[in-house]
């Protein structure tokens, strides 16, 4: 029997992170997580096995310096070096009676974070490329000063080098009580999601190979989360242990209970026991076709085959997309075909405003729009939920168990959306059915009011929050923030104040230095700006520079209509921005580079390199990429989705398959629900006047929150020049 397939591409979700990681030991990435629930446990008694233990810190050696057993250097850091006489954190090691009342050298750190400014600030210590793979918890022994007084909780980091030079940092994080008596804290580093590479197929089998190379620990005292904003605490025997109870993991799936089918197949077999419950599919790889001379026309060509996937790639019992489906390298169905019969909530909702797309563009009727979006929705209405109200975010299409423990933000708020416009397209016939699932979840859960920030999401096996908040502004969540705020689950403060236009120039592990980077006063909140320039354009720079993170949030949201100066200039300075830099920079024959498949195997992300923060890979083309930019330079991209048939065997009967490698020519033979459905609520949106934001912004609560889009200007009018627009 083969059971039914864990959803192996779950780690998908870091390519869209825009996570606002802080990589300085000046200001590291400082976001208590302030609804966590934390599997922090209190011990009485230190590990006695010392096989199974390594010291990081005693703090018994002698010396001016604090250094710790590794050979690593300790000291203080501070976020406003300015605000020393009320902001500051001083180590020292001093000699007080330790847990077994004996006389013990520890560290004593005096902190205030009681200042009139934002105040930050703490202690690290070195830890010198430390493997910690073999360990499953970090231990030390902690007490607050009596006499002092002291905060009962503060914040620890735990950071691992991503790059030899260790420029770029991850960071796992936990929080810690303190009370008056000695206690052994033990954390298992299993809740420090942080540190796991979910881009590396060993941390999926084992997710202990991440925890290396270490390169610090941080303490952490931050004026909205300690509970004295003066005080001192005392800690001793900072190491690693190995208790051999690891416990579980950011990568496990849950246990399936359902057999797909009770009969023994061969491979090949089960997916075609999995075609078959399918409304259709392709019966050969490569199409070859005329398409119409009209721009519009061809267009309409396009997404007339596109919502062939919608329309056959849907699993007929449930009416759920299905995530990803791999041809063979010679026909549709072989034995290398994978059908991924599991779907995302992006998927779900993406589905729901294909639905309304084809029946836009007249491929289907009224009722037959209704119907399909009535069965999609009864199925979302039986599905496991997390108690937030939100959905896990994977799910069987053939069983409909979960297949995730994580309850994603974005992912969620995809749903949401795709819900919105659904609701508002067919009012009548979808109201109560929209609304019942609307109401389900509350966008506050997400929310960590310190950070003013929305977390990736939830771990429901760990019961903590993901380590990163979607921190980057310009990037995809920004659609599931505008709904968050509109419905007034989430106060206004996150899309000023919360979400970062630029970084400080000090952050050396990005692209580029920010120009214009002033503090800001708009609609009562403060906040910093800046823009990036490269060649004559002027923008906002996204996480990665890719089309998916920018241009996504403009299919449903009126950022061309409500902010011409705003995001609707950034759109089109990024859509300017991957012509330019594919077709002159690297002289590629066609552009458009977005997270997506890779022809060779796998799936990564690719951007132009200029447009973002941290700027992903080149060499990889993807059609969705150009589809997002129609409204914007649409000869462009028409130009474009021709030339690409033109040079290369990328279009089959459900259209574009998902990517290209411009070098060798290879093609993805792939279709992801993700990246077809961009392609045709594009193509809508372009062909029907925005019919995709009219129907979203037509919803009374998402019009409270138009006034969040025209209210900011990215760049000042005098530096706005009127940049030079690639040739198509």
């Known amino acids: 029997m083969r059971k039914v397939l864990s959803s192996l591409l779950l780690c998908l979700m870091v390519f869209q992170t825009g996570c606002s990681q802080e990589f300085s030991r ?77 006389e013990t050298k520890v560290l004593s750190l005096t902190y205030s974070v009681d200042s009139a400014l934002p105040a930050q600030n703490g202690f690290w210590t070195k830890l010198a490329g430390f493997d910690a793979s073999a360990y499953d918890h970090l231990e030390f022994e902690i007490k607050g000063d009596a006499q002092a007084g002291f905060t009962e909780r503060f914040r620890l980091e735990v950071k691992k080098c991503m790059d030899p030079e260790c420029v770029e940092k991850v960071s796992g994080a936990s929080k810690i009580p303190v009370t008056e008596e000695w206690k052994t804290i033990s954390v298992p580093l ?44 005392y800690l001793d025997n900072i190491r690693f242990v190995r208790t051999g109870e690891p416990g579980p993991s950011a990568v496990d799936f849950p246990p399936r209970k359902i057999e797909k089918t009770f009969e023994r197949l061969e491979p090949l077999e089960f997916e075609r026991l999995l075609v078959s419950r399918l409304r259709g599919f392709p019966k050969t790889l490569s199409v070859k076709k005329i398409f119409p001379k009209d721009d519009k026309a061809f267009l309409k060509e396009v997404a007339r085959d596109t919502w062939e996937f919608f329309d056959k790639i849907l699993d007929s019992e449930h009416g759920l997309p299905l995530d990803t489906v791999l041809f063979g390298e ?20 993406v589905y729901l405003m294909a639905v309304v797309s084809a029946y836009d563009m007249g491929f289907i009727t009224r009722e037959d729009a209704v119907q399909r979006i009535q069965k999609t929705l009864a199925t979302v209405e ?53 609304t019942r699932l609307l109401k389900r979840g509350n966008f506050s859960f997400f929310y960590d009011p310190l950070a003013k920030q929305m977390f990736h999401g939830f771990y429901d096996n760990l019961n903590v929050f993901s380590d990163y908040h979607y921190g980057v502004f310009y990037t995809e969540p920004r659609a599931a923030s505008y709904i968050s705020i509109a419905r007034g689950d989430v106060p206004e403060i996150h899309w000023f104040e919360g979400m970062v236009r630029t970084f400080p120039a000090s952050y050396q592990w990005q692209s580029q230095s920010p120009k214009g980077r002033v503090e800001k006063n708009l609609a009562g909140y403060k906040y910093l ?11 906002v720079p996204s996480w990665g520079g890719s089309a998916f993170e920018a241009l996504m949030p403009a299919v449903v949201l009126k950022e061309k209509e409500l902010a011409p100066a705003g995001l609707g200039k950034n759109n089109d300075a990024h859509v300017q921005g991957q012509i330019r830099y594919a077709l002159e920079e690297l002289k590629m024959p066609v552009w458009g580079m977005s997270p997506c498949s890779v022809p060779e195997g796998g799936y990564s992300e690719y951007g132009a390199k200029p447009m973002g923060v941290k700027g992903y890979k080149s060499g990889v083309v993807t059609p969705h990429a150009s589809a997002l930019a129609l409204e914007y330079a649409p000869e462009q991209v028409v130009t474009n989705l021709r030339k690409l048939i033109e040079l290369y065997d990328i279009y089959g009967e459900y259209g574009f398959y998902d990517a290209v490698t411009v070098a060798t020519g290879k093609i993805a033979r792939k279709y992801l629900a993700l990246d077809q459905g961009m392609i045709l609520l594009a193509i809508n949106n372009y062909l029907n006047h925005g019919a995709l934001r009219e129907r979203f912004h037509a919803d009374p609560e998402m019009k409270k929150g138009e006034k969040l889009l025209a209210a900011e200007k990215f760049i000042e009018a005098a530096s706005q020049d009127t940049p030079r627009r690639a040739k198509p």
Not at 417 to 423: M, Q, T
Not at 529 to 538: C, I, N, R, T
């Open 529 to 539: 700006s800046g823009y990036y320039e490269w060649k004559d354009l002027k923008y």
């Open 330 to 349: 010679k026909e549709p169905l072989e034995a290398t075909t994978w059908v991924g019969d599991y779907t995302s909530v992006t998927n779900i909702g």
């Open 26 to 102: 000046q200001m590291p990435e400082q976001t208590p997580k302030a609804q966590v629930k934390e599997a922090v446990s209190v011990k009485k008694i230190p590990t006695s096995d010392k096989s199974q233990v390594t010291m990081v810190a005693d703090f018994e050696a002698e010396g001016e310096k604090i250094m710790n057993n590794l050979g690593g250097e300790s000291g203080d850091w501070n976020m406003n070096l300015a605000d020393i006489n009320n902001s500051y954190t001083d180590p020292h090691v001093v000699s007080v009676a330790g847990m077994d009342g004996n």
């Open 190 to 233: 299993n809740v420090m999601t942080g540190l796991i590479d979910f881009s590396d197929p060993q941390a999926w089998k084992t997710p202990r190979a991440s925890y290396k190379p270490l390169d610090e620990l941080v303490i952490i005292f931050n004026d909205g989360y300690v509970t004295k904003k003066s005080g001192k605490i």
């Open 382 to 434: 039986k599905l496991e939920y997390h108690t937030s109200g939100f959905p896990y975010n994977y799910y069987d299409t053939t069983t409909l168990e979960r297949t995730s423990y994580f309850v994603s933000f974005v992912d969620s708020g995809w749903l949401m959306l795709g819900l919105y416009v659904a609701k508002n397209a067919f009012p009548e016939e979808l109201m109560a059915q929209t």
